[in-house]
């Protein structure tokens, strides 16, 4: 072959400044059954809890999950949050303003979370036959300044989403921090019935359906991943 010498093309990419993806194998969380049968009684008496999971998630995995979120956030790989999907699909700053980005499930920490969310998936259909057929997850920053203001996760009727649980990924989450969790009651949605600090490792557990609930304003960048376990298969508007 003739011809000048070869060049490559490529355009130098000066490495970013964060460290690589967490690959290193982390401890599987155990899921007991006395475990599950408190998840599937907070669901069916008061529609929703709150739990701390630090030690059953185990701290190498929370900081793991913490590290791939924040190097996301840092190199722009997340999008601003619509709500509804499909042709249903908007943008509406007014409501919220989180970023989010899907998980996968490719990376050691995902799949290791993914095999935890599938033991809960099962362990809630024992128990309370809910016909669960999948799951999906998103990491979430908000930005301070950002919220999400009340809504429910799914229309009654739609069989879409029908568990929601969130995990907070933040260290040192102070209540001057703001972005707490606020739950409002199923019967009454005007009622507060608690409120949750996003601090690593707990985790927000309700029915998607039923459970109207809001982001408060954030103070400083707040990471958390939340996922619906999902009655269809296929996906169809929330
Ligand atoms: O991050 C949270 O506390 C809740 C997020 C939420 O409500 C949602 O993404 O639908
Ligand atoms: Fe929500």
């Not at 093309?9 to 000066?14: L, N, Q």
């Not at 993914?114 to 669960?132: C, P, S, V």
């Not at 969130?166 to 921090?177: G, Q, T």
Request: with cysteine; proline share 6%.
């Amino acid at each position: 072959m003739s011809g000048g010498p070869l060049v490559d093309a490529r355009p130098t990419v000066s490495p970013l400044p964060v460290e690589p993806l967490f690959q290193e194998p982390v401890p599987a969380p155990l899921v007991p059954d006395d475990w599950l049968d408190q998840l599937a009684a907070g669901l069916t008496h008061t529609g929703w809890m709150s739990l701390d999971v630090r030690e059953r998630l185990g701290d190498e995995l929370i900081a793991a999950l913490r590290q791939e979120v924040t190097t996301l956030h840092l190199t722009e790989a997340m999008k601003a949050a619509g709500i509804g999907r499909g042709a249903d699909h908007m943008r509406d700053r007014s409501v919220r303003r989180d970023r989010i980005a899907w998980l996968q499930g490719l990376t050691v920490p995902q799949a290791t979370l993914f095999d935890f969310l599938e033991d809960i998936r099962n362990g809630l259909n024992a128990r309370l036959f809910l016909g669960l057929r999948r799951f999906e997850a998103h990491y979430a920053t908000y930005e301070p300044g950002d919220f999400y203001r009340k809504h429910i996760d799914s229309f009654a009727g739609r069989a879409s989403r029908v568990v929601s649980l969130v995990l907070y990924l933040n260290e040192d989450w102070a209540a001057e921090d703001g972005g707490m969790l606020q739950v409002f009651n199923r019967d009454n949605h005007d009622e507060i019935v608690g409120r949750v600090l996003p601090e690593a490792g707990r985790m927000a557990l309700f029915m998607s359906e039923e459970t109207p609930h809001e982001v408060m304003i954030a103070q400083r960048t707040r990471y958390s991943l939340a996922c619906w376990f999902r009655q269809d298969e296929v996906p169809i508007p929330l």
